[in-house]
């Protein structure tokens, strides 16, 4: 199947994923970093600065793809410890049992959840999680309903732009949680 007979939703995803991937590709390039370095680094906690400390980070998302792409981005481009799930339940799980996160990207529209992003949101914050969330989408009236519910004190990311917006955040909550640089 070829991404033309996809759905709206799935054509915007493959787009945003190959933004992703150009993205990470060109910074590899910049950066002097080979494709077999780039790929010894995915899955795991080392990297080569291993006095830098890392933000633990927890994606939420049900498009693998998209989720597969981002994860791929943090470890290898940011090299922070990621984890990734496909459900709001799943999140909320992970967070009782006890994992703790410094940021956590959080998809607003779930496809085949009863839980929308807003409710998982909801939901962490009575169980006090005090990771930093980030609400994210590929569509802006969602973006803007979850800004009027949930107020301007998060973040909310464009997937679209997100490597636009992604290096801020990351900058910015290394800052507050006290991570050197």
Same mark, same amino acid.
């Given at each position: ?12 995803? +493959? #787009?945003?994923?190959? #933004? *992703? ?5 060109? !910074? ?7 494709? =077999? /370095? ?5 899955? =795991?906690?080392? @990297?080569?600065? =291993? ?6 980070? %927890?994606?939420?998302?049900?498009? $693998?793809? !998209?989720? /597969? ?7 290898? #481009? ?9 459900? $709001? ?5 992970? @967070?009782?049992? $006890?994992?703790? +996160?410094?940021? #956590? !990207? ?13 409710? @998982? +949101?909801?939901? %962490? ?16 009236? =969602? ?6 519910? *949930?107020?301007? $004190?998060?973040? +909310? ?21 006290? !991570?050197?640089?």
């Amino acid at each position: 199947m070829n991404w033309k007979s996809r759905s709206h939703k799935a054509a915007l995803t +493959y #787009i945003e994923i190959t #933004i *992703l991937k150009v993205y990470l590709f060109s !910074f590899c390039l910049h950066n002097g970093t080979s494709k =077999s /370095q780039s790929n010894s680094l995915t899955g =795991s906690d080392e @990297v080569n600065d =291993s006095s830098r400390k890392k933000l633990r980070i %927890l994606i939420v998302d049900d498009d $693998g793809d !998209f989720r /597969q792409s981002m994860l791929d981005m943090l470890e290898i #481009i940011h090299k922070e410890l990621v984890e990734a799930v496909e459900s $709001g339940a799943l999140a909320i799980h992970r @967070v009782k049992e $006890g994992h703790s +996160y410094d940021i #956590i !990207f959080l998809d607003i529209n779930f496809d085949l959840e009863d839980m929308t992003g807003i409710e @998982v +949101y909801e939901e %962490l914050m009575k169980i006090r999680c005090d990771a930093r969330i980030a609400m994210m989408s590929a569509n802006e009236k =969602s973006l803007n309903e979850a800004k009027d519910v *949930l107020g301007k $004190g998060i973040p +909310y990311l464009d997937k679209s732009k997100l490597s636009e917006t992604l290096e801020k955040l990351l900058l910015k909550t290394r800052e507050e949680r006290g !991570f050197d640089e």
